[in-house]
């Protein structure tokens, strides 16, 4: 048994908090050697503080964050991050572009779980793309963040697939109902040790992922 002290977790949000959720309850079941230390957000009215404070978790909202610009609104999230020592930043719906310097000096133990199975469909509206675009399989990617929007080494995907008739609230709840599997997992990874950051790589279990594990959550065909 490991006697190194949990991790100092940072959650950032900026809606719902579902994958919020997930990650504080396995950090509460020790399921994830780490402590979420505070859960941060970006808007005040993000529905997934109510959720945090109910966990008795410790939350923060970025100072005058409507109306500031980017520049202030990092050096808000910066201080709550040190005041807090937080060595691990999990990126959990957290709808702020965060600038090249401000990543560099997190790199490496920053994470983003994003819903598309990377490089394919970064940015928004993935459901709704894979929808048009006609795929058949769909699914979400937890990464390391780099100063690239959703280009950061993807650690673990999740796959599931596009049905007939889906819709893209069908489709979105299909996909996040994995994401708050996979995201859990590679933290859980990372508290462990297991999975590091090394030479601008992804590194699990002293191998270097070129590609990304995958978890295949489309159903067993029937024989
Ligand atoms: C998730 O779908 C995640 O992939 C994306 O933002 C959404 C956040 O949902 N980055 P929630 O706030 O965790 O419910």
């Not at 058949?136 to 599931?160: C, I, N």
Request: glycine fraction near 8%.
């Amino acid at each position: 048994m490991s006697t190194r002290a949990p991790l100092e977790a940072a959650i950032l949000i900026s809606g719902r908090g579902s994958n919020l959720m997930a990650i504080a309850r396995e950090c509460l079941a020790g399921h994830i050697a780490a402590r979420v230390a505070v859960v941060i957000s970006d808007r005040a009215d993000a529905p997934g503080l109510a959720g945090a404070r109910e966990l008795g978790l410790e939350t923060a909202v970025l100072k005058s964050a409507e109306s500031a610009g980017g520049a202030a609104l990092e050096v808000s999230l910066a201080a709550v991050l040190e005041a807090h020592g937080c060595d691990v930043i999990a990126l959990a719906g957290f709808m702020r572009i965060l600038s090249g310097p401000f990543v560099a000096r997190y790199v490496g133990r920053m994470f983003n779980i994003h819903p598309s199975l990377l490089p394919g469909y970064r940015g928004l509206h993935t459901h709704r793309r894979v929808l048009e675009a006609h795929d058949t399989v769909h699914g979400a990617s937890v990464h390391f963040v780099t100063a690239e929007l959703d280009a950061g080494p993807v650690v673990l995907q999740s796959r599931v697939a596009v049905m007939p008739g889906d819709t893209e609230a069908t489709l979105s709840a299909r996909v996040q109902a994995t994401e708050h599997i996979i995201y859990p997992r590679v933290l859980g990874w990372f508290a462990e040790r297991r999975l590091v950051w090394r030479d601008g790589a992804a590194w699990l279990d002293g191998r270097r992922l070129d590609t990304p594990i995958v978890e295949d959550f489309r159903a067993t065909p029937r024989s």
